[in-house]
């Protein structure tokens, strides 16, 4: 079945630079791609997500890139501002589960000021 | 717009006792919906899922049952609960044929 594997567990930076996130996947037919922030004491909320037939999709500072070839997708959040700090979760659906989400471990984003 | 709702949002019970947790969604019709318990730290793992009033899928094998009774709610059961039980849990939903899940605000439940 369907893994994720998700890098960094925490990742550290200073307020302003850019963060990346990356998540691998198994299943080759994955098709949906959705980023969760959790901030702490709350439900995650979607971020972003992007669907197999496209390879970049931006919103202001936050783009989402897959490449289905080597099987993974990324988060990048530019000019990271304090309000960025959280855990954020990708996922993945499997071709076979149109109902499942397939969820990373988890990233912990600390902005440093 | 769609809103969902959980409640408690927190909770405080002795092992052993039972559990009932509830889950209602607002502004839509036929939702498809999830319970997931999320341990401190750690990711989402999935309990139960539903695609309309009583039909559950079962995910993991434990001591909890998940119901539902009318077509925008969701209630999570125990009728002991374990030590191991604890942790963050979270109810959503999405419309039928589309993948987007939309999160609650959880219950955190701590069995002592």
């Known amino acids: 079945g369907e893994n994720v594997e998700q890098h960094p567990s925490t990742l550290s930076v200073q307020e302003g630079d850019s963060a990346v996130i990356k998540c691998t996947y198994s299943d080759s037919a994955s098709n949906y791609f959705p980023w969760y922030k959790q901030e702490l004491g709350k439900g995650p909320q979607l971020i972003i997500d992007?669907?197999?037939n496209v390879g970049e999709k931006k919103d202001q500072r936050i783009a989402v890139t897959l490449n289905k070839t080597a099987k993974h997708f990324s988060l990048h959040i530019t000019e990271t501002q304090p309000e960025d700090s959280a855990v954020y979760f990708c996922a993945a659906t499997p071709g076979n589960s149109n109902y499942q989400l397939i969820w990373g471990a988890g990233t912990k984003l600390i902005i440093k000021p | 717009s769609q809103t969902i709702h959980q409640w408690p949002a927190t909770l405080v019970q002795p092992v052993g006792s039972p559990l009932s947790l509830e889950c209602t969604v607002e502004?839509?019709?036929?939702?498809?919906l999830y319970w997931y318990r999320q341990a401190a730290g750690r990711g989402l793992q999935l309990l139960f899922y539903s695609v309309g009033i009583g039909q559950i899928s079962s995910e993991v094998p434990q001591n909890l049952s998940a119901s539902r009774p009318q077509d925008r709610q969701f209630i999570l059961s125990s009728k002991k609960l374990l030590l191991s039980d604890s942790g963050f849990y979270l109810c959503?939903?999405?419309?039928?044929?589309?993948?987007?899940?939309?999160f609650g605000p959880g219950t955190r439940l701590l069995v002592l």
């Open positions: 502004g839509t019709s036929n939702p498809n």
């Open positions: 992007i669907r197999s």
């Open positions: 959503a939903w999405r419309t039928s044929g589309t993948q987007t899940q939309y």
